[in-house]
């Protein structure tokens, strides 16, 4: 999931490393770069024709797109289709990221905007919830793992935002706080983001139990910003 702040990649490099991702064994590439004007702060504006285009260069690779999204507080069902109608020809799959916003008791709104999205455009559809970190229940999550669609993913990045380890026994607890949704871990490793833009984060993937695997619906890993 490219869903770091800073400078975005080049259409050239997202198209190179889904080629990687392929290559891997991955599956799925979540475009949701927190510094893409269309992506977050200008998300109601329509993708642009070069974005339409990369979205398109990026389609039939074997690895499935999700192009992300961040609604502001006032968006529509009908705003997310519009927008999200233009590459729906490309894309896979959204991803509707609630996350980093000024709305606590915004759930029952989340889960109108995301099941009428899945229902309109007829895709997956996932979902960054406004409470994404931790294994606690909420009065949040409670509404929002009721009233989502049972095929709605609802993503989670562990115990904190960036986690030195994830455990079976977290993920579990994180289940038990969503209703019975297994999360869709949103991994923010080996991103380098924020406080962390001096950090060059090269290594295994690791700190992950094994046993998580069997825990959690999916996992994505949130890259560093440097493409190379």
Sequence with gaps: IEGF????????????????????GGNWWVWAPKS???HRDAWREPFDAGEIA???SLAGSGVSISVGLTPGADATVDDLVRKLGQVADSADGFTL??????????????????????QSLAKPVWVVPTHYAGTA?????????RQLHPE??????GSTVVCDTITATEAADRTAACHGR???????TP??????????????????????????SGALVNPMEFAA
Excluded: K
């Design 5 to 24: 702040y800073g400078p975005p990649w080049s259409w050239d490099e997202r198209g190179e490393m889904i080629g990687l991702l392929g290559e891997w």
């Design 54 to 56: 990369g979205f398109a």
């Design 152 to 157: 709605i993913e609802v993503m989670w990045t």
């Design 97 to 118: 990221c609630f996350d980093d916003l000024d709305e606590q008791d915004a759930a029952m709104r989340h889960a109108r905007i995301a099941n009428g999205v899945a």
């Design 182 to 188: 297994a999360p869709l871990l949103w991994d923010n």
């Design 36 to 38: 893409e004007p269309r």
């Design 191 to 216: 991103v380098n983001d924020a406080m962390m833009r001096d950090l060059l984060h090269l290594g295994p993937y690791a700190g992950r139990e094994s046993a998580l695997h069997g825990a959690i």
């Design 137 to 145: 229940r909420s009065e949040y999550l409670d509404i929002l793992c």
